[in-house]
Nanobody
Framework: QVQLVESGGGSVQAGGSLSLSCAASGFTYRTYCMGWFRQPPGKEREGVAVIGGGGSTKYADSVKGRFTISKANAQNILYLQMNSLKPEDTAMYYC?????????????????WGKGTLVTISS
């Protein structure tokens, strides 16, 4: 059974940093496209960053240079390091997996989702 469990959310002031983690189980992690998505209050879900099985990455323009997606294949953990946080980064952040070695950009159809972790940035 595929499971994705996010952790690391919280409340910080603008300019601060947070590190999100996603523990994955139940599938061959290193062969999947993995990604972070977010849903701000009252808005639709959007892609934040994705990473393919080979490590290629893609970021939303709004987070480029501030966020870094990475993964530890041996531990089946996906990370999102978030720096220089802004109030507009406030959202529920979700980890997701796609049964494909390659990602199809930030609009990739993902097959499995975590329950999310809340990130709140105050000004």
């Amino acid at each position: 059974q595929v499971q994705l469990v996010e952790s690391g959310g919280g409340s910080v002031q603008a300019g601060g940093s947070l590190s999100l983690s996603c523990a994955a189980s139940g599938f061959t992690y290193r062969t999947y496209c993995m990604g972070w998505f977010r849903q701000p209050p009252g808005k639709e879900r959007e892609g934040v960053a994705v990473i393919g099985g080979g490590g290629s990455t893609k970021y939303a323009d709004s987070v480029k240079g501030r966020f870094t997606i990475s993964k530890a294949n041996a531990q089946n953990i996906l990370y999102l390091q978030m720096n220089s946080l802004k109030p507009e980064d406030t959202a529920m952040y979700y980890c997701a997996a796609r049964r494909d070695y390659y990602c199809d950009g930030l609009t990739s159809r993902m097959d499995h989702w975590g329950k999310g972790t809340l990130v709140t940035i105050s000004s």
